[in-house]
């Protein structure tokens, strides 16, 4: 997966990509926002750890 280095915030832009499988999300990105991820296959990610998400990020992601 490539993004651009300047990427900092998700909002539904995943949202319904059912071939999502594995992602791995850049160092610049600082907020994932609730619907991100929304009814993806969504089976591993790689979040940085100073990203910040609440508890419905991911949860929309029901293979995680």
Do not use: G, H
Not at 4 to 9: D, G, Q, R, T
Not at 14 to 35: A, G, H, M, Q
């Amino acid at each position: 997966n490539r993004f651009k280095a300047n990427l900092i915030s998700l909002n539904e832009a995943f949202s319904r990509c059912y071939k999502l499988v594995t992602l791995d999300l850049p160092e610049s990105l600082e907020v994932i926002y609730r619907k991100a991820f929304r009814e993806s296959s969504l089976e591993y990610i790689t979040i940085p750890k100073n990203t910040a998400k609440n508890k419905y990020s991911l949860n929309s992601a029901s293979k995680l």
